[in-house]
Nanobody
Framework: QVQLVESGGGLVQAGDSLRLSCACS????????MGWFRQAPGKEREFVTA????????YYVESVKGRFTISRDNAKNTVYLQMNTLKPEDTAVYYC??????????????????WGQGTQVTVSS
């Protein structure tokens, strides 16, 4: 059983930065596409970014391009989300996810097999 544990969320002001971390249990971390989704109150869960198994390919939703960076350390079984220039509209619960999909990157919730419990990010204006 894979367990994903997020950390690093919090309350920040607009323009600040945060780095989320997600630790993955097990010895097969490098076999998963890793992704981050977020869900704001009253809204559907939204894809934010994903990274391929090797870390060589990444994909971002348009609204975070140039501000967020996803990375992974396969030796540490950890994926990171560096969030810069945060905006109030980035406020949401952020979820770390792992996918076994047979493709380079996965984009939809249905393609992800494992989910963390989520970490709250609140950006005040």
């Amino acid at each position: 059983q894979v367990q994903l544990v997020e950390s690093g969320g919090g309350l920040v002001q607009a323009g600040d930065s945060l780095r989320l971390s997600c630790a993955c249990s097990g010895r097969t971390f490098s076999t998963y596409i890793m992704g981050w989704f977020r869900q704001a109150p009253g809204k559907e869960r939204e894809f934010v970014t994903a990274i391929s198994r090797s870390g060589s390919s990444t994909y971002y939703v348009e609204s975070v391009k140039g501000r967020f960076t996803i990375s992974r350390d396969n030796a540490k079984n950890t994926v990171y989300l560096q969030m810069n220039t945060l905006k109030p509209e980035d406020t949401a619960v952020y979820y770390c996810t792992a996918s076994t999909a047979l493709r380079l990157i996965a984009y939809t919730p249905a393609e992800y097999n494992y989910w963390g419990q989520g970490t709250q990010v609140t950006v005040s204006s």
